[in-house]
C-alpha cells in the first residue's frame, strides 16, 4: 500500500482497481503463486480491498491454491463476476477451462485472454490487485508488464544463485519498462526444525537479502521452508487464512507491511 501512482503513459488503468502489484519470479518452483496469495491474503488483514488476478495462462495456479471449482458467473451474459474467497476478489483462466485441458494456444490468444480477464471482470472497488505473473522473463513476461498496468512489482526468489540469477533477470525486466520494484522476497529462506527447533539454511541463506542490496531495491523479508506452508498451499487451504495467529501468517503480515 502507498504506492497507488498511475503510470503516466503505458495501458490504461482497471476502473476501480487504485494500485496493481506483480509478483514474480524469475523462474518456477521458487513459491511464486504460495507467496502471492498469502501476501494478498496479509495485504486483506492490513484492511485492504484485494484482488487477485492470476496471469499465468499456461499453468494457472490459483484453482489449486484456493480449492475453486466452480465457475464464475457472467453479469448481462459477457461481464465475468471474480469468485470471492477468503474476502478476496480472485479471477484465473483455470476457473474456465477443465484442468486437463493443455493450453497450446500462441502468443495474441494468450494476451487477449489476460486482456479479457483485466477489462471483462467486474473487479469491483479494490485498494490492490495482486497479479501472479508467469514465471520467466521473456517476451510473453515482457508484454504482460506492459500490458497490466503495473505501479510496482514484487520479486520471488529462493536463496540459490540459479534461482538469484533468474531473479536478476527479473529486476532488469521490470526496469526496462519503468515499472518500479517495490522488492524482492526471500523463499524457502531457512528451515526451522519443528522437533528441535535448529534451523538449517537448506540452500544457503541470505543471498536475497544481499542481492537485493548489490542491485539497490528493497528486501521485504524472508519466508521460511515449511511443512505447514506447503500443505496448506497444496490443500487449497492458504495459511495466512487459515491459521491467521499462527506463525506464519505473521511472517506474510511483516512483509505486507513493507510493501
Ligand atoms: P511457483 O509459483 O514459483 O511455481 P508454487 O507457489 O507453486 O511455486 O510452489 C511450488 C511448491 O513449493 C508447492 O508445492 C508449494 O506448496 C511449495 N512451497 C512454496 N513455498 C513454500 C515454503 N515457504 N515452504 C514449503 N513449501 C513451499
Redesign the pocket.
Known amino acids: 500500500h502507498g504506492h497507488a501512482h498511475a503510470q503516466p503513459q503505458g495501458p490504461a488503468g482497471v476502473p476501480g482497481v487504485k494500485s496493481i502489484i506483480a509478483v514474480a519470479?524469475g523462474k518456477?518452483?521458487?513459491?511464486?503463486?504460495?507467496?502471492a496469495i498469502n501476501l494478498a491474503l496479509a495485504l486483506r488483514d492490513l484492511g485492504l480491498k484485494v484482488g487477485v488476478l492470476d496471469a499465468d495462462i499456461y499453468g494457472p495456479?490459483l484453482p489449486k491454491l484456493l480449492a475453486i471449482r466452480e465457475k464464475p458467473e457472467t453479469i448481462g451474459g459477457k461481464r465475468l463476476k471474480p469468485i470471492s474467497r477468503y474476502g478476496l476478489n480472485v479471477m484465473s483462466i483455470g476457473f474456465l477451462i477443465d484442468e486437463e485441458t493443455p493450453m497450446i494456444w500462441r502468443g495474441p490468444m494468450v494476451m487477449s485472454a489476460l486482456t479479457q480477464m483485466l477489462r471483462e471482470v467486474e473487479w469491483g472497488d479494490l485498494d490492490v490487485m495482486v497479479v501472479d505473473m508467469p514465471?520467466g522473463t521473456g517476451d510473453a513476461q515482457l508484454t504482460m508488464a506492459q500490458q497490466v498496468p503495473l505501479a510496482g512489482s514484487i520479486i520471488?526468489s529462493t536463496p540459490q544463485d540459479l534461482a538469484l540469477i533468474d531473479a536478476r533477470r527479473g529486476v532488469a525486466m521490470f526496469k526496462r519498462v519503468n515499472v518500479p520494484i517495490l522488492g524482492v522476497i526471500e523463499?524457502?529462506s531457512y528451515f526451522l526444525c519443528p522437533e528441535c527447533g535448529t534451523r538449517s539454511d537448506i540452500f544457503g541463506h541470505g543471498g536475497a537479502r544481499h542481492e537485493a542490496e548489490r542491485l539497490n531495491v528493497p528486501f521485504l523479508g524472508e519466508?521460511?521452508?515449511?511443512?505447514t506452508?506447503?500443505e496448506t498451499?497444496?490443500a487449497g487451504l492458504p495459511v495466512v487464512a487459515t491459521q491467521p495467529d499462527g506463525p506464519h501468517a505473521k511472517v506474510y503480515r511483516a512483509i505486507a507491511e513493507r510493501v
Open positions: 519470479s518456477g518452483g521458487v513459491g511464486k503463486s504460495t507467496t495456479s514465471p520471488v523463499n524457502m519466508v521460511p521452508l515449511d511443512m506452508i506447503r498451499s497444496d
